[in-house]
C-alpha cells in the first residue's frame, strides 16, 4: 500500500536518505544473525539524529501557523533538545528548551559538556528544573513572557513524540524498505529504540502500511515492556487517524525491557559492553542512554537464541553521540579498568 504524506507541511533538514551499512564484522563477533545498521545518526544538521525527521513535520506544522518561537521539553542531555535548538537555527526560530533534572546524575561532564553545550551553541535559551513542578512552573513563565513579547508559540512534547511527529518515522521506514528492495534484500526484524515512542510508533505503522512480514523489537530505555508497547499503539493510532487510516493491528510489534537497568540515563555493565562491540567491530559509536541500550537488549535476544541465525537484522542508529561526551569520566574509567 502507499503511503503519502504530501498533505502534511515539512521542512528538510536532514540529509536523506541516510545509508544502510552492512555489518559482518560484527555479525560474527555475535555469531548470529546478518546486522545492518540504518544509520539516521549522520543525517542533517545539528549532529544528526532521529528527532530531525519529527521537526520536519513538527516544524513545519509550526511554521505554517506562524510560530516564531519553539519551546519543548527533555533532561539535561536530551539529544531532542539539541537538535531542535539547531532546527530553530537553521530557521531562524527562537527555542526555549525546558529542561528537567530528571536524571540522578552530576559533575562537569553531565552539566555542561555533550548535547546542553551544543544546545547553547546553537542559540537556545536553556532553562533547568530540579523537578516536574518546577518544570511546570517554568513553561507557564516561557508562555506568558512570549505572550507579553507578542511571539507565536509553538510546543513540543518530549522526543517530538506527537501524531504529527510520528509521521516522519512513518517516512523513514517507508524510505528504509525502498533502498533494501533495491538491494535485493529480505529483512526479519527491525530493532529500534524506545523512549518517548514516537520512533517506534512510527516504524511499526509504516510496517503496518506497507503490510512488510517484519518483526519490530522495541528495546526500551526507560519505561517497562507493557508500558512501551502501550506507548507505541496509542501513537500509532492517533497518526493513523491523522493520516485518515484505521488503527494498526501492530501485530509483529515487540518489546524488551532488559536492558533498562535501573532506569532512563543510567547505563549498565551489559550497555557499556554493547558500545565497545559496535565501536571495536564496525566504528559505530552508539549511545549510552538510546542506542547503548536498544543494542544491549538485541545482543542478548541472540545470545539467548532468541533472534537466529537465520536472520537478517536492520538496526535503528537514532543517533545520540554528543550524549556520549556527557558520560566521559565513566567512560574513560571502563576503558581504563576493562581495556
Known amino acids: 500500500m502507499a503511503v503519502d504524506l504530501s498533505a502534511f507541511p515539512r521542512v528538510p533538514l536532514g540529509h536523506w536518505p541516510t545509508p544502510i551499512d552492512d555489518c559482518p564484522r560484527l555479525s560474527a563477533a555475535l555469531g548470529g544473525p546478518r546486522v545492518l545498521v540504518k544509520r539516521d545518526d549522520v543525517g542533517g544538521i545539528g549532529a544528526g539524529g532521529n528527532k530531525l525527521r519529527k521537526l520536519e513535520f513538527l516544524l513545519g506544522a509550526a511554521l505554517a501557523d506562524g510560530a516564531d518561537t519553539v519551546v519543548t521539553f527533555g533532561a ?11 532546527a530553530c537555527a537553521r530557521l531562524g526560530l527562537r527555542c526555549e528548551l525546558v529542561l528537567t533534572r530528571s536524571v540522578p546524575r552530576a559533575g562537569e561532564a553531565y552539566e555542561r559538556s555533550g548535547n546542553i553545550a ?9 532553562h533547568l528544573c ?3 513542578a518546577d518544570t511546570a512552573e517554568t513553561y507557564r513563565r516561557v508562555i506568558d513572557t512570549a505572550a507579553t513579547d507578542g ?12 501524531p504529527l511527529g510520528v509521521l516522519g518515522y512513518v517516512a523513514a521506514t517507508v524510505e528504509l524498505f525502498a533502498q533494501l528492495d533495491s538491494l535485493g534484500l529480505e529483512v526479519h526484524r527491525l530493532v529500534v529504540p524506545v523512549g518517548s515512542a514516537g520512533t517506534a510508533a512510527g516504524v511499526a505503522l509504516a510496517v503496518d502500511l506497507l503490510g512488510r ?5 522495541g528495546g526500551c530505555v526507560s519505561h517497562t515492556a507493557e508500558e512501551s508497547l502501550a506507548d507505541i499503539r496509542r501513537l500509532a493510532a492517533a ?17 524488551t525491557d532488559r536492558a533498562v537497568g535501573p532506569g ?3 547505563p549498565t555493565d551489559q550497555v557499556w559492553d554493547a558500545l565497545r562491540l559496535f565501536a571495536r567491530t564496525e566504528a559505530i559509536t552508539l549511545d ?4 547503548g541500550k536498544a543494542a544491549a537488549a538485541f545482543i542478548d535476544q541472540v545470545r539467548a537464541g532468541e533472534i537466529t541465525a537465520a536472520e537478517t537484522v536492520v538496526f535503528l542508529h537514532t543517533g545520540g553521540l554528543p550524549g556520549l561526551f556527557a558520560y566521559a569520566p565513566e567512560l574513560a574509567d571502563r576503558l581504563n579498568s576493562r581495556g
Open 213 to 217: 512480514n517484519v518483526i519490530v523489537d
Open 151 to 162: 511571539r507565536t508559540v509553538a510546543t513540543f512534547p518530549v522526543g517530538g513524540s506527537s
Open 264 to 266: 532512563y540515563g543510567i
Open 76 to 86: 539535561v542531555q536530551s539529544n531532542h533538545g539539541r537538535q531542535t535548538a539547531a
Open 288 to 291: 549510552p542512554v538510546y542506542t
Open 130 to 132: 530540579a523537578d516536574d
Open 239 to 255: 497518526s493513523a487517524e491523522l493520516m485518515g487510516r484505521p488503527a494498526p493491528a501492530l501485530d509483529r510489534l515487540r518489546t
Open 118 to 126: 551544543l544546545d547553547r551553541l546553537y542559540g537556545a535559551t536553556v
